[in-house]
Protein backbone atom coordinates (compact mmCIF):
# COMPACT_ATOMS: atom_id res chain seq x y z
CA UNK A 1 0.00 0.00 0.00
CA UNK A 2 1.57 3.48 -0.76
CA UNK A 3 3.26 5.26 2.30
CA UNK A 4 2.03 8.47 0.86
CA UNK A 5 -1.38 10.28 1.51
CA UNK A 6 -2.24 13.10 -0.07
CA UNK A 7 -1.97 16.24 2.19
CA UNK A 8 -3.44 19.10 1.94
CA UNK A 9 -1.23 21.58 4.00
CA UNK A 10 1.61 19.97 1.40
CA UNK A 11 0.00 20.84 -2.01
CA UNK A 12 -1.38 24.58 -0.61
CA UNK A 13 0.46 27.30 -2.02
CA UNK A 14 1.65 29.20 0.73
CA UNK A 15 2.74 25.57 2.17
CA UNK A 16 5.07 24.83 -0.75
CA UNK A 17 6.09 28.28 -1.61
CA UNK A 18 7.27 28.78 2.00
CA UNK A 19 9.01 24.87 1.84
CA UNK A 20 10.60 25.11 -1.16
CA UNK A 21 11.86 28.77 -0.60
CA UNK A 22 12.88 27.66 2.65
CA UNK A 23 15.17 24.95 0.93
CA UNK A 24 16.54 27.04 -1.66
CA UNK A 25 18.01 29.39 0.96
CA UNK A 26 19.72 26.47 2.65
CA UNK A 27 20.98 25.28 -0.55
CA UNK A 28 22.18 29.23 -1.25
CA UNK A 29 23.79 29.06 2.02
CA UNK A 30 25.56 25.72 1.29
CA UNK A 31 27.81 27.70 -1.56
CA UNK A 32 29.48 30.00 1.01
CA UNK A 33 29.31 27.60 4.05
CA UNK A 34 31.09 24.70 1.50
CA UNK A 35 33.92 27.52 0.88
CA UNK A 36 34.34 28.57 4.25
CA UNK A 37 34.55 24.52 4.70
CA UNK A 38 37.77 24.19 2.40
CA UNK A 39 39.63 26.72 4.17
CA UNK A 40 38.65 25.52 7.67
CA UNK A 41 39.78 21.70 6.55
CA UNK A 42 42.43 22.97 4.12
CA UNK A 43 40.92 21.32 1.15
CA UNK A 44 41.99 22.85 -2.31
CA UNK A 45 39.06 23.35 -4.82
CA UNK A 46 40.83 21.05 -7.21
CA UNK A 47 41.77 18.52 -5.01
CA UNK A 48 38.73 16.03 -6.50
CA UNK A 49 39.61 13.02 -4.31
CA UNK A 50 39.28 15.07 -1.27
CA UNK A 51 36.46 17.09 -1.89
CA UNK A 52 34.30 13.89 -3.19
CA UNK A 53 35.76 12.69 0.47
CA UNK A 54 34.03 15.80 2.22
CA UNK A 55 30.91 15.61 0.46
CA UNK A 56 30.91 12.20 1.55
CA UNK A 57 31.12 12.41 4.78
CA UNK A 58 28.49 15.56 5.00
CA UNK A 59 26.33 13.07 3.30
CA UNK A 60 26.99 9.74 5.17
CA UNK A 61 25.98 11.78 8.75
CA UNK A 62 22.98 13.98 6.86
CA UNK A 63 21.38 10.26 6.00
CA UNK A 64 22.41 8.95 9.82
CA UNK A 65 20.95 12.20 11.04
CA UNK A 66 17.81 11.85 8.60
CA UNK A 67 16.88 8.28 9.14
CA UNK A 68 17.19 8.69 13.28
CA UNK A 69 15.23 11.59 13.44
CA UNK A 70 12.40 11.04 10.86
CA UNK A 71 12.33 7.49 12.92
CA UNK A 72 11.59 9.60 16.39
CA UNK A 73 9.44 11.49 14.59
CA UNK A 74 6.92 8.52 13.39
CA UNK A 75 7.72 6.59 15.86
CA UNK A 76 9.01 3.34 13.99
CA UNK A 77 11.97 2.47 12.51
CA UNK A 78 12.36 3.95 8.57
CA UNK A 79 14.33 1.00 7.13
CA UNK A 80 13.75 -0.29 3.66
CA UNK A 81 11.19 -3.27 3.93
CA UNK A 82 11.91 -5.39 1.15
CA UNK A 83 14.62 -6.21 -1.48
CA UNK A 84 12.32 -3.67 -4.42
CA UNK A 85 12.61 -1.13 -1.25
CA UNK A 86 16.50 -1.35 -1.17
CA UNK A 87 16.85 -1.30 -4.91
CA UNK A 88 14.70 2.19 -5.27
CA UNK A 89 17.26 4.01 -2.40
CA UNK A 90 20.33 2.44 -4.40
CA UNK A 91 18.65 3.98 -7.44
CA UNK A 92 18.18 6.78 -6.08
CA UNK A 93 21.46 7.18 -4.31
CA UNK A 94 22.98 6.33 -7.39
CA UNK A 95 21.15 9.53 -9.58
CA UNK A 96 20.54 11.83 -6.81
CA UNK A 97 23.89 11.73 -5.02
CA UNK A 98 26.75 9.34 -6.67
CA UNK A 99 26.13 10.39 -10.30
CA UNK A 100 25.07 13.32 -9.47
CA UNK A 101 28.04 15.04 -7.68
CA UNK A 102 30.50 13.12 -9.62
CA UNK A 103 29.66 15.13 -12.72
CA UNK A 104 29.52 18.14 -10.85
CA UNK A 105 33.27 17.48 -9.09
CA UNK A 106 34.24 16.49 -12.29
CA UNK A 107 33.09 19.09 -14.71
CA UNK A 108 33.36 22.04 -11.87
CA UNK A 109 37.70 21.73 -12.19
CA UNK A 110 36.93 22.29 -15.85
CA UNK A 111 34.44 24.67 -16.56
CA UNK A 112 34.35 28.60 -14.98
CA UNK A 113 31.86 29.06 -12.19
CA UNK A 114 29.87 31.81 -14.15
CA UNK A 115 29.48 29.08 -17.03
CA UNK A 116 28.54 26.62 -14.43
CA UNK A 117 26.01 28.06 -12.53
CA UNK A 118 24.10 29.20 -15.87
CA UNK A 119 24.24 25.23 -17.03
CA UNK A 120 23.00 24.24 -13.20
CA UNK A 121 20.35 26.14 -13.75
CA UNK A 122 19.05 24.18 -16.40
CA UNK A 123 17.89 21.48 -14.33
CA UNK A 124 14.40 23.12 -13.60
CA UNK A 125 14.17 22.41 -17.20
CA UNK A 126 15.43 19.13 -17.38
CA UNK A 127 13.18 18.29 -14.35
CA UNK A 128 10.17 19.55 -15.92
CA UNK A 129 10.96 17.66 -19.75
CA UNK A 130 11.84 14.38 -18.11
CA UNK A 131 8.51 14.64 -15.69
CA UNK A 132 6.06 15.12 -18.70
CA UNK A 133 7.94 13.63 -21.51
CA UNK A 134 9.76 10.35 -19.64
CA UNK A 135 8.06 9.75 -16.66
CA UNK A 136 4.40 11.05 -17.78
CA UNK A 137 3.48 12.94 -14.37
CA UNK A 138 1.97 15.69 -15.65
CA UNK A 139 1.50 17.50 -18.62
CA UNK A 140 4.03 20.65 -20.65
CA UNK A 141 1.98 23.63 -20.43
CA UNK A 142 2.75 27.17 -22.15
CA UNK A 143 2.49 28.90 -18.62
CA UNK A 144 5.24 26.35 -17.47
CA UNK A 145 7.51 26.63 -19.99
CA UNK A 146 7.22 30.51 -19.82
CA UNK A 147 7.85 30.83 -15.80
CA UNK A 148 11.10 28.65 -16.61
CA UNK A 149 12.49 30.80 -19.31
CA UNK A 150 11.81 34.24 -17.74
CA UNK A 151 13.05 32.37 -14.10
CA UNK A 152 16.69 31.08 -16.20
CA UNK A 153 16.85 34.96 -17.58
CA UNK A 154 16.73 36.08 -13.90
CA UNK A 155 19.25 33.10 -13.02
CA UNK A 156 21.59 34.07 -15.82
CA UNK A 157 21.31 38.18 -14.87
CA UNK A 158 22.43 37.52 -11.66
CA UNK A 159 25.38 35.23 -12.80
CA UNK A 160 26.81 36.93 -15.89
CA UNK A 161 25.83 40.46 -16.24
CA UNK A 162 29.19 42.23 -15.91
CA UNK A 163 31.72 39.07 -16.41
CA UNK A 164 33.20 37.40 -19.25
CA UNK A 165 32.24 34.53 -20.07
CA UNK A 166 34.28 32.15 -22.90
CA UNK A 167 32.70 29.94 -25.44
CA UNK A 168 34.14 27.04 -25.42
CA UNK A 169 32.43 23.91 -24.62
CA UNK A 170 33.93 20.74 -23.54
CA UNK A 171 32.55 17.35 -22.96
CA UNK A 172 34.89 17.22 -19.30
CA UNK A 173 33.76 20.71 -18.28
CA UNK A 174 30.08 22.02 -19.16
CA UNK A 175 29.03 18.42 -20.34
CA UNK A 176 29.63 16.87 -17.25
CA UNK A 177 28.04 19.81 -15.45
CA UNK A 178 25.11 19.38 -17.69
CA UNK A 179 24.82 15.73 -17.19
CA UNK A 180 24.72 16.76 -13.25
CA UNK A 181 21.98 18.79 -14.50
CA UNK A 182 20.42 15.83 -15.93
CA UNK A 183 20.62 13.73 -12.77
CA UNK A 184 19.09 16.60 -10.33
CA UNK A 185 16.00 16.00 -13.28
CA UNK A 186 15.63 12.22 -12.85
CA UNK A 187 16.61 12.20 -9.21
CA UNK A 188 13.48 14.86 -8.39
CA UNK A 189 11.16 12.47 -10.74
CA UNK A 190 11.99 8.99 -9.34
CA UNK A 191 11.87 10.27 -5.81
CA UNK A 192 8.16 11.22 -6.83
CA UNK A 193 7.71 8.20 -8.34
CA UNK A 194 9.07 5.98 -5.74
CA UNK A 195 7.25 7.52 -2.61
CA UNK A 196 4.46 6.64 -4.31
CA UNK A 197 4.88 2.79 -2.31
CA UNK A 198 7.74 4.32 0.00
CA UNK A 199 7.92 6.55 2.90
CA UNK A 200 9.79 9.70 0.88
CA UNK A 201 11.58 10.51 4.91
CA UNK A 202 13.14 6.63 4.95
CA UNK A 203 14.00 6.97 0.65
CA UNK A 204 16.10 10.35 1.41
CA UNK A 205 17.71 9.08 4.62
CA UNK A 206 18.92 5.72 3.40
CA UNK A 207 19.86 7.11 -0.25
CA UNK A 208 22.02 9.96 1.34
CA UNK A 209 23.68 7.25 3.72
CA UNK A 210 24.30 4.72 0.53
CA UNK A 211 25.32 7.44 -1.29
CA UNK A 212 27.59 9.26 0.81
CA UNK A 213 29.26 5.91 2.00
CA UNK A 214 30.02 4.93 -1.71
CA UNK A 215 31.85 8.65 -1.86
CA UNK A 216 33.49 8.23 0.84
CA UNK A 217 35.34 4.60 -0.57
CA UNK A 218 36.01 6.52 -3.56
CA UNK A 219 37.53 9.95 -2.45
CA UNK A 220 39.56 7.87 0.64
CA UNK A 221 40.75 5.26 -1.81
CA UNK A 222 41.61 7.77 -4.75
CA UNK A 223 44.27 9.55 -2.07
CA UNK A 224 41.69 12.15 -0.14
CA UNK A 225 42.21 13.46 2.98
CA UNK A 226 41.53 16.52 5.09
CA UNK A 227 42.11 17.34 8.88
CA UNK A 228 41.68 20.78 10.84
CA UNK A 229 38.92 19.56 13.21
CA UNK A 230 38.11 21.66 15.94
CA UNK A 231 35.10 23.81 17.23
CA UNK A 232 34.63 25.88 14.40
CA UNK A 233 35.09 23.20 11.62
CA UNK A 234 33.00 20.43 13.19
CA UNK A 235 29.97 23.51 13.81
CA UNK A 236 30.18 23.86 9.63
CA UNK A 237 30.05 20.50 9.19
CA UNK A 238 27.12 20.30 11.37
CA UNK A 239 25.59 22.54 9.84
CA UNK A 240 25.70 21.19 6.26
CA UNK A 241 24.54 17.69 7.12
CA UNK A 242 21.60 19.78 8.27
CA UNK A 243 21.38 21.91 5.01
CA UNK A 244 21.44 18.12 3.12
CA UNK A 245 18.99 16.33 5.84
CA UNK A 246 16.23 19.09 5.80
CA UNK A 247 16.74 20.38 2.44
CA UNK A 248 16.24 17.36 0.56
CA UNK A 249 13.94 15.42 2.99
CA UNK A 250 11.54 18.25 2.56
CA UNK A 251 11.76 18.95 -0.94
CA UNK A 252 11.21 15.63 -1.32
CA UNK A 253 7.97 15.69 0.67
CA UNK A 254 7.07 18.47 -1.67
CA UNK A 255 7.41 16.62 -4.50
CA UNK A 256 5.54 13.95 -3.77
CA UNK A 257 2.48 15.42 -2.69
CA UNK A 258 2.69 18.01 -5.85
CA UNK A 259 3.49 18.46 -10.03
CA UNK A 260 7.30 18.53 -10.33
CA UNK A 261 7.07 21.65 -11.98
CA UNK A 262 5.09 23.47 -9.41
CA UNK A 263 8.49 22.81 -6.61
CA UNK A 264 11.60 22.66 -9.09
CA UNK A 265 10.65 25.78 -10.97
CA UNK A 266 12.00 27.25 -6.94
CA UNK A 267 15.11 26.07 -8.00
CA UNK A 268 15.97 29.46 -10.15
CA UNK A 269 16.09 30.70 -6.59
CA UNK A 270 19.30 28.85 -5.47
CA UNK A 271 21.71 30.79 -7.21
CA UNK A 272 20.56 34.24 -6.17
CA UNK A 273 20.44 33.24 -2.14
CA UNK A 274 24.46 31.82 -3.69
CA UNK A 275 25.05 34.83 -4.95
CA UNK A 276 23.44 37.58 -1.78
CA UNK A 277 25.14 35.17 0.45
CA UNK A 278 28.49 35.15 -0.36
CA UNK A 279 28.56 38.84 -1.09
CA UNK A 280 27.47 38.76 2.96
CA UNK A 281 29.84 35.80 3.93
CA UNK A 282 32.45 36.02 1.85
CA UNK A 283 32.73 39.57 0.86
CA UNK A 284 32.63 38.96 -2.83
CA UNK A 285 32.11 41.32 -5.45
CA UNK A 286 28.51 40.61 -6.47
CA UNK A 287 26.32 42.41 -8.92
CA UNK A 288 24.89 45.88 -7.85
CA UNK A 289 21.70 45.84 -5.81
CA UNK A 290 19.51 46.90 -8.89
CA UNK A 291 20.80 43.91 -10.73
CA UNK A 292 19.87 41.17 -7.86
CA UNK A 293 16.72 42.99 -7.12
CA UNK A 294 15.42 42.48 -11.12
CA UNK A 295 16.96 38.91 -11.06
CA UNK A 296 14.81 38.21 -7.99
CA UNK A 297 11.72 39.75 -9.54
CA UNK A 298 12.48 38.02 -12.79
CA UNK A 299 12.43 34.93 -10.54
CA UNK A 300 9.71 35.13 -8.49
CA UNK A 301 7.63 36.10 -11.96
CA UNK A 302 8.74 33.29 -13.27
CA UNK A 303 7.35 30.90 -10.08
CA UNK A 304 4.46 32.85 -9.66
CA UNK A 305 3.38 32.15 -13.69
CA UNK A 306 4.25 28.09 -13.35
CA UNK A 307 1.83 28.09 -10.48
CA UNK A 308 -1.01 30.77 -11.48
CA UNK A 309 -3.52 27.81 -11.88
CA UNK A 310 -2.73 25.85 -9.33
CA UNK A 311 -2.89 28.71 -6.93
CA UNK A 312 -6.68 29.61 -8.17
CA UNK A 313 -7.90 26.26 -7.42
CA UNK A 314 -6.10 26.41 -3.93
CA UNK A 315 -8.43 29.38 -2.73
Known amino acids: ??????????????????GAVLCCFLWGSATPAIKIGYKLFSIAADDTPTVVLFAGVRFFFAGIFTTIFGSLLQKKILAPRSVVAFKKVVALAMVQTILQYFFFYGGLTRCPGVKSSVILATNVFASLLIAALLFKQEKLSFLKILGCVVGFVGVVLVTVAGKSVDYHISFGGEGFIFMSSLCYG???CLMKAFSRD???????GWQFAFGGAVMILVGFTLGGRFSGFNFNSVLLLIYLVF?????????????AHNDVSRVVIFGFLNPVFGVILSSIFLHE???????????????????????????????
Not at 1 to 18: A, P, R
Not at 198 to 204: G, H, K, R, Y
Open 198 to 204: ENTVMLS
Open 243 to 255: ISAVAYTLWGLLL
Open 186 to 188: FSG
Open 1 to 18: MSEIKKSSILSNFWSVCL
Open 285 to 315: QSQTGIVTIISLILVCFGIFVVNYRKRKTDK
